[in-house]
């Protein structure tokens, strides 16, 4: 049997890792610029992390949510002190796409709409719900296109507020900042004003912050810098720095109902223990202030760039999550920044670099990065 071949692969195989640099089996050290998609927050193979994980190994991996797992209870009190949602109610689940999949259906329970606003060029997951609001026709399959869903601009609030004025919308889902959509940044006028929008038509008002959310923006979460409270805010990636781990915030005007929403792995020993440790180090770190202060030091470096160098459109984003825009293809740019200058980085959108290093990067390394940067260039 061979694997199902998905993605194109570089022909590099990763061996081990240690804060931003990870190495392959020939042992040729690489500078992280992508932390595996946005899900190594607090660096490679932390000796905390480790420690932690490997305790919980020792003593249980996993049982059911048939009974009580005082880990949850754990996670979910020092989650909510450490974004300030400490009054949200919390259900732990797998993956991104799982984490908006029973977002969308909690919002459908919630008020019995079934239509859902979401914007252009968003993706928030690749199952059936998460695929239909993401706007890619290539991923939404015809069993998943089920004309539920209204694509608009982006930071475009007439057109928003138009669709909500009718009455029917179930719910809207946002990143407040597009991560696959090429690290557009909502304004803070559209986020208010499609908040009271959502409220007063009846709208359930979800934050999709599974790329942009857990320090990545500079604070705990993406939407806290536009003075939002969403509804629901579905979690996932940085959460558990490796380990399969994601996570819904809930409202407390919504009311559990047993049976509607559920799950065999979500919120296991080990995951609960990943999450833990996690908060551990941001907390003794302080890697969020840390992911603000070497964000815009590194922004305002590839701005200076970007003075000088012709092929740089435009530099955007918040905190350590960067994009590049090229007019030059920028497939080409990764692929030569990995093979001639062994660093990794993302792409997105049009033509955009994606950064998306651990929250533990430094300024010296965001200045190594640059360097390799103008090689390329």
């Known amino acids: ?36 998609h946005a ?27 048939s009974v009580q797992n005082p880990l949850q209870k754990e996670l979910a009190e020092r989650l909510g002190k450490a974004c300030g949602y400490d009054d949200y109610q919390f259900f732990l689940i797998n993956s991104g796409a799982e984490a908006n999949e029973n977002a969308l259906k909690l919002a459908s329970f919630h008020n019995g709409r079934t239509r859902v606003l979401s914007a252009e060029k968003a993706f928030h997951g690749r199952t059936s719900l998460a695929v239909e609001v993401t706007n890619n026709p290539k991923i939404i399959a015809p069993i998943n296109n089920n004309g539920h869903v209204t694509y608009l601009p982006l930071n475009d609030l007439p057109a928003w507020e138009a669709e909500l004025a009718k009455g029917d919308v179930c719910a809207v889902i946002i990143e407040c900042i597009q991560g696959v959509g090429g690290i557009k940044v909502v304004t803070e006028e559209f986020a208010k004003g499609l908040a009271a929008a959502c409220k007063k038509y009846g709208a359930v008002l979800i934050c999709d912050e599974i790329q942009c959310g857990y320090g990545r923006s500079g604070k705990f979460f993406a939407h806290q810098w536009l003075g939002i409270k969403p509804d629901l805010i579905s979690v996932a990636k940085g959460i558990g720095n490796g380990f399969p781990m994601a996570g819904l915030l809930i409202s407390p005007e919504f009311v559990p109902v047993y049976g ?14 990943s999450a833990l440790a996690v908060l551990d180090v941001m907390e003794e770190e302080n890697l969020v202030e840390n992911g603000r202060v070497v964000g815009d030091y590194l922004i305002e470096k590839l701005k200076e760039l970007q003075k000088t160098e012709p092929h740089i459109v435009d530099v955007r984003g918040k905190g350590l999550m960067i994009g590049i825009e090229l007019d030059i293809p920028y497939k080409e740019v990764r692929t030569r920044l990995v093979k001639e200058q062994h660093c990794f980085t993302g792409c997105a959108g049009t033509n955009v670099l994606r950064l998306l290093p651990p929250l533990c990067l430094t300024k010296a390394e965001a200045d190594d990065f640059i360097e390799r940067l103008k090689k390329v260039m």
């Open 39 to 65: 899900v190594i927050s607090i660096g490679h193979c932390h000796p905390h992390y480790i420690e932690v994980l490997t305790k919980q190994l020792n003593k249980l991996g996993f049982y059911s949510n």
């Open 1 to 36: 049997m061979k694997l199902f071949d998905v993605y194109p692969l570089f022909d590099i195989a990763i061996d081990h890792g240690k804060g931003c640099k990870v190495w392959d089996e020939k042992g040729q050290e690489y500078l992280d610029l992508y932390g595996g």
């Open 260 to 273: 509607q929403l559920g799950t065999t792995f979500g919120g296991n020993h080990l995951a609960c223990a």
